[in-house]
């Protein structure tokens, strides 16, 4: 057995790393560290295909485009399982191993896409490791060897049965105390990376014996699914009938057929703004910064900043977040609340809980510059190749300026050509259409007009992206 199925999972929304990370654009798809997205790291791991199959990314309808593009970014091809529905990661990885069964994979290995692995051979070393379970029945999770006793993560206990470096799971435990971690870690647990490698047959029977019918669903959801060139859409009707439970309640703790590999790899869910600073290259006061930011008497904090320039004096223990739309300034032992603080907020209405400023669609994206009554400026960045659909508005117009590149526009009926300097008006119920012909990024102004401006007052009449 020498090749493995890497299935990604692509889900959440990281309200805890808060502004950077929010529903429209979670933390797998932002530049965390350095200049790629987790997801692109995750995917890069698996590049390696004397070891490795194609990547299967199981996501949502949401993500789906954003997993294409940043993997077209760095030259992957990937499969994308789209989950009709979110149902937590138990459902989510049976019909990923139930699809990569039928297409004849004999293990798979199940990724978070958001957590970051340093050391890309160490890992590979273990996946070729957990092979060994694998071959015999078994079901492989990674467990990191503790640096310090967190209490935001699950603890396995290895057993004595071992198959070459790979032992048998004596139990997981939950995430425990200060005082429990400490003793954890002088039993010689491993925190569980929620990481697995598996026959998906094993997966499959198991979770029928304890699941029946979240097992049911995913197979039915797989039989019935359609598929579109390297997408597979699973069936909507049947995926809802699975009950939303994460994988390590649904099968993890109750299977006796667990291995562990101890991970000679850095490991971290980069699950907190903590994290990153655990992470990051500190100074001599403990500080990690990022981006335009000046500090001074400050110690021990986090400060980034992904658009104004920001000051910070005479703190500690602080994190300090500031993007163009959202400010976050929290005590590091305050962090804990950041997820019901970005609730409150979104069940308040604030659009920034939830929608990053730059607004990422099939096409390319777009950005609010200014906003008032009866007006809204837009700044629309299309990709090479890109359309837009096409569409009209019952109450607003448009006028269109090109900054970059050369348009192609329709406008009831009529095909035009723009380029750099020239304009166009839109008027409110005109059927059109913006697409960019050429090989470089089309950058227009837009500058609606009207009693209304949200994106719902839209009427789609044609769409290369098959949206509705």
């Given at each position: 057995m020498s090749s493995i199925t890497p299935v990604i999972l692509v889900g959440g929304s990281g309200k805890r790393l808060w502004p950077l990370s929010r529903e429209s654009m979670p933390k797998q798809f932002v530049p965390l560290l350095g200049t790629q997205s987790t997801f692109q790291q995750t995917l890069q791991r698996v590049a390696d295909r004397g070891l490795f199959a194609r990547p299967v990314i199981a996501t949502n309808d949401a993500y789906r485009f954003m997993a294409e593009q940043q993997a077209k970014e760095i030259g992957m091809e990937i499969e994308i399982l789209v989950e009709p529905s979110r149902r937590d990661s138990g459902p989510a990885m049976a019909a990923a191993a139930a699809y990569a069964r039928s297409q004849g994979a004999k293990a798979l290995l199940a990724l978070a896409s958001d957590h970051l692995v340093i050391g890309a051979e160490e890992f590979r070393a273990g996946c070729r490791e957990g092979l060994l379970a694998v071959g015999q029945g078994g079901i492989?999770?990674?467990?990191?060897?503790?640096?310090?006793?967190?209490?935001?993560?699950?603890?396995?206990?290895?057993?004595?049965?071992?198959?070459?470096?790979?032992?048998?799971?004596?139990?997981?435990?939950?995430?425990?105390?200060?005082?429990?971690?400490?003793?954890?870690?002088?039993?010689?647990?491993?925190?569980?990376?929620?990481?697995?490698?598996?026959?998906?047959?094993?997966?499959?029977?198991?979770?029928?014996?304890f699941e029946p019918a979240m097992a049911a669903a995913a197979e039915e959801a797989v039989a019935k699914a359609r598929k579109n060139g390297s997408t597979v859409f699973l069936d909507a009707d049947a995926f809802a009938k699975a009950p939303a439970k994460s994988i390590d309640y649904a099968v993890m703790e109750r299977t006796d057929k667990c291995w562990v590999v101890p991970a000679r790899f850095r490991w971290s869910d980069l699950g907190t703004w903590d994290a990153l600073l655990d992470i990051g290259e500190a100074d001599s006061a403990g500080n990690v910064t990022e981006g335009p930011v000046e500090i001074d008497h400050v110690r021990n904090s986090y400060v980034r900043s992904d658009g104004p320039l920001t000051a910070v004096i005479g703190v500690e223990e602080v994190v300090v977040v500031a993007m163009n739309d959202a400010v976050l300034v929290g005590h590091?032992?305050?962090?804990?609340?950041?997820?019901?603080?970005?609730?409150?907020?979104?069940?308040?209405?604030?659009?920034?809980?939830?929608?990053?400023?730059?607004?990422?669609?099939?096409?390319?994206?777009?950005?609010?510059?200014?906003?008032?009554?009866?007006?809204?400026?837009?700044?629309?960045?299309?990709?090479?190749?890109?359309k837009l659909s096409l569409q009209s508005h019952k109450r607003r117009a448009e006028h269109w300026v090109v900054?970059?590149?050369?348009?192609?526009?329709?406008?009831?009926?009529?095909?035009?050509?723009?380029?750099e300097n020239e304009s166009i008006y839109i008027p409110m119920g005109g059927i059109h259409r913006l697409a960019n012909p050429g090989e470089e990024q089309l950058e227009v102004v837009e500058v609606q007009t009207g009693d209304y401006l949200e994106e719902d007052d839209i009427i789609r009449y044609e769409d290369i992206y098959a949206r509705v």
């Open positions: 492989v999770t990674f467990g990191i060897p503790p640096t310090e006793p967190k209490t935001d993560y699950g603890y396995i206990r290895p057993g004595s049965q071992s198959i070459g470096p790979v032992q048998k799971v004596a139990a997981f435990v939950e995430k425990p105390n200060a005082q429990t971690a400490l003793r954890y870690i002088a039993e010689g647990l491993l925190w569980n990376s929620g990481n697995f490698l598996f026959p998906p047959d094993v997966l499959l029977s198991e979770m029928a014996r590091r032992d305050n962090l804990p609340r950041l997820k019901d603080v970005v609730q409150r907020m979104s069940d308040g209405k604030h659009k920034a809980a939830t929608e990053h400023a730059v607004m990422h669609r099939p096409w390319g994206s777009y950005q609010d510059i200014d906003r008032g009554e009866r007006f809204r400026a837009k700044r629309l960045s299309v990709n090479p190749k890109g900054v970059r590149g050369v348009a192609e526009v329709t406008l009831d009926g009529k095909i035009m050509t723009l380029h």
